[in-house]
């Protein structure tokens, strides 16, 4: 299927209201050409409100949408150029899944000739050869969310609007189709608006990340940016476990900083650029399961060291997954590839965690 000329899509200050309840709250954001940008939060946050803005099924309160420098507040859906796929399947039952690719092609008048070969490359870019004479009912779940992707695509949309199309199936055909779903993009160069809740989807395929909560666009970022360096203690728990604590800054070195935890711990980590810290304030600060390194002898130049008792063990093939409630009586979460033969670390024994200083996340307390 030929590269599409690809469209920049810019959101100023929109605001969507439903009776009492703002669902969109004043959000801002801009996606470049031929990117891959993705819509993360929980239910309720008001992400799939904004994708159904952006298609114009919804009318902002406030704000305006531009495709590159064209403003599209006051166009119908239908004439945006958006190509949609949806949670649930949205096939026409009735038709074959040749009919159902060509059905936007017949909509928009394209000759006979061009609808046969952008069907056929369609086809072939989902992996849906030799399906064409088939019904939806005679295909798989992982099947039809192809054909609604082909569907979408093959009208060569200014913009492609995904809303969680791949919650419905199952988690080893998430995974695969989320891959296949990011390498077709990259074929057609699409700029591609994609909304989930998943943490992992959303990591694993995006160029860029805005995650959304209560309305409001939190923190906008790369997929390593959102993960590691999350602004907030809500976003880091959102994206990802950890353990978090909170603590007082009792001194600032050059580009580290001492935070002294409520057990009298003093914990060592990195500025973070951006981040106003002063001596005496009050941080959050936290750590994801993989960061930290579990030692049974403790070496007195580790950084940052936790002892404590293995309060739970949990094996999940490639990992071992530890809780340790240390000495001040709190849980941390620790993982660790799995050994090939197991017995050390059991539960009641005891150990010590240590975590490096550049994997310390930190935040401001009440946000």
């Known amino acids: 299927m030929t590269t599409v000329s690809s469209t920049r899509l810019r959101i100023e200050n929109i605001s969507v209201n439903f009776t009492d309840v703002v669902a969109v709250d004043n959000v801002s954001l801009i996606v470049e050409p031929g990117e891959f940008f993705t819509l993360l939060g929980p239910s309720g946050c008001g992400k799939t409100t904004l994708l159904r803005t952006i298609a114009g099924f919804c009318n902002q309160n406030e704000g305006n949408i531009y495709f590159n420098d064209r403003l599209v507040d006051s166009l119908p ?36 000739q061009e609808m046969s070969v952008r069907v056929k490359e369609a086809l072939r870019l989902v992996d849906l050869n ?22 979408a695509a093959v009208v060569r949309p200014q913009i492609l609007l995904m809303d969680e199309p791949l919650a419905n199936l199952d988690a080893k055909l998430r995974v695969r189709l989320r ?3 990011r390498e077709l993009q990259q074929k057609l160069g699409i700029t591609t608006i994609y909304v989930t809740h998943d943490q992992d989807e959303a990591l694993s395929i995006s160029d860029r990340i805005a995650v959304m909560l209560k309305g409001k666009v939190n923190q906008i970022g790369s997929p390593m940016e959102i993960y590691r360096l999350p602004v907030t203690k809500n976003i880091a728990e959102f994206v990802g476990e950890g353990t978090f604590f909170n ?18 711990t003093n914990l060592v980590a990195n500025l973070i650029s951006g981040l106003k810290i002063s001596e005496g304030q009050s941080v959050g600060l936290g750590f994801r399961p993989h960061d930290a390194k579990i030692v049974v002898d403790p070496i007195p130049d580790l950084e940052n060291i936790l002892c404590g008792t293995v309060f739970q063990k949990m094996y ?3 990992i071992v997954r530890y809780k340790v409630e240390i000495n001040s009586g709190m849980l941390v979460q620790v993982e660790e590839f799995s050994p090939i033969r197991d017995g050390r670390n059991n539960e009641k024994e005891k150990i ?7 994997r310390l996340m930190l935040f401001p307390i009440g946000e």
């Open 130 to 151: 030799g399906y064409e004479d088939r019904k939806p009912s005679q295909l798989s779940g992982g099947q039809q969310q192809r054909v609604v992707v082909a569907r």
């Open 247 to 264: 603590g007082n800054v009792i001194k600032i070195n050059d580009n580290q900083i001492t935070i002294k935890l409520k057990d009298g």
């Open 316 to 318: 999940f093939g490639g």
């Open 352 to 358: 010590c965690v240590s975590i490096p200083s550049d």
């Open 77 to 112: 859906a239908h004439h945006r150029d958006t190509g949609m796929v949806f949670q649930n399947y949205a096939v026409f039952p009735h038709l074959t899944v040749w009919q159902n690719v060509e059905y936007g092609l017949k909509a928009r008048r394209v000759p006979k």
């Open 179 to 181: 891959e296949e779903l």
